[in-house]
């Protein structure tokens, strides 16, 4: 007698979910931070930071924006490592970090045609009466087609224990 008994073939190995957090100096950018370290945690994801340079205007300086440029770049990355940190004690994971130079709508959305990994944007919503802040505005109105991932709104005005329960 034969045996026909077939061992499955192993399994793929599950996409990791990867969360990008656009760094600003928005006071609800602490609040898109946790809320996507805590879904991270909890889904077995990770993190990615991104960070935006607006590119200068002082083309005829060119010695001058150089310098500029190279001080900004020292404070973002600055910025980053200590994000990363934050980052590193809520999931237990160091994010992937990136730094672009250019409009921020079109970098964010540079980086994630250029990752195939990356699969949720997440953004906090400002709580000022202005709005819920440009990228926001931006990625739920005539942006919102050119996504090719999930956009996750988190209200800016949430609390630690209120993240907490929703993650």
């Given amino acids: 007698m034969t045996d026909t008994t077939q061992i499955p073939d192993s399994q793929p190995a599950k996409p990791v979910r990867i969360f990008l957090v656009v760094v600003d100096d928005s006071e609800e950018l602490k609040v898109a931070l946790r809320y996507a370290c805590l879904r991270a945690r909890k ?6 930071l991104l960070s ?9 300086w060119l010695a001058v924006e150089n310098l500029i440029r190279e001080e900004q770049r020292a404070e973002v ?3 980053l490592q200590k ?11 160091l994010p992937a970090l990136y730094v672009r130079e250019g409009n921020r709508t079109e970098e ?7 990752e195939p990994s990356i699969s949720i944007l997440v953004l906090a919503a400002g709580t000022d009466p202005e709005g819920p802040g440009p990228l926001i505005s931006y990625y739920t109105g005539r ?3 050119r996504l090719r991932i999930p956009l996750t709104i988190v209200p800016g005005g949430l609390g ?3 993240l907490d329960a929703i993650t």
């Fill in 43 to 48: 889904s077995g994801g990770k993190v990615a």
């Fill in 83 to 93: 994000l990363a940190r934050e980052v590193n004690q809520i999931t237990g994971t």
């Fill in 108 to 114: 964010v959305l540079g980086l994630i045609a250029e």
């Fill in 77 to 79: 990355e600055q910025k």
């Fill in 143 to 145: 942006g919102l087609g």
């Fill in 52 to 60: 935006v340079m607006e590119k200068g205007e002082m083309q005829h």
């Fill in 160 to 162: 630690d224990e209120e």
